[in-house]
């Protein structure tokens, strides 16, 4: 039986995985309505990856005992600062989304739950990643600046782009 604290920290993942994939939605919507469609079906794919973080969680709480909260969620943000600005708030969301797994975690720890903690060193390694590659774009973006045929082979490159490298 999955312990109440464990079970309200895991709800809240829930939340925070199922926010992830609406934000990023949001921003594929942005990239799609701006001629950006490389970059919309990365950030598609995105979404649905955060869809399956987000099942992942539903159906390990349900399955040790406990229930599953669907949340209601926030409307996604609609308007960018050009691709730096969808990369840099992806970047920011991303490094709330590994503080909070860092607190399940601790959690886990305190509460002795070693079978949720192990469950969660898959969201670890993936928050590595993620964050790695969020910054990896940033960091091309900012080379290629202003300049519009770098921004067409950025946006080509993005279209065989990995979330889940
Ligand atoms: Fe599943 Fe990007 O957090």
């Not at 399956?52 to 308007?79: C, D, S, T, W, Y």
Request: proline share 2%; hydrophobic share 40%; aromatic share 8%.
């Amino acid at each position: 039986m999955l312990d109440k604290q464990i079970e309200a920290a895991l709800n809240g993942q829930i939340e925070m995985e199922a926010q992830s994939s609406h934000f990023y939605l949001g921003m594929a919507t942005w990239a799609e309505t701006s001629g950006l469609n490389g970059t919309a079906a990365f950030l598609y794919r995105h979404s649905d990856e955060e869809r399956q973080h987000m099942l992942k969680l539903i159906r390990f709480v349900n399955e040790r005992g406990g229930k599953a909260h669907i949340p209601m969620l926030e409307a996604p943000k609609a308007e960018f600062e050009g691709l730096q600005g969808v990369f840099t708030t992806l970047l920011e969301h991303e490094t709330r989304v590994t503080a909070s797994i860092n607190e399940v975690v601790d959690l886990c720890l305190s509460r002795k739950d070693y079978t949720t903690h192990n469950f969660m060193q898959w969201y670890v390694s993936e928050q590595i990643e993620e964050e790695a590659l969020a910054r990896t774009i940033l960091d091309k973006l900012a080379m290629i600046g202003s300049d519009s045929a770098g921004l067409y082979l950025f946006d080509r490159d993005l279209e065989q782009l990995d979330p889940e490298v």
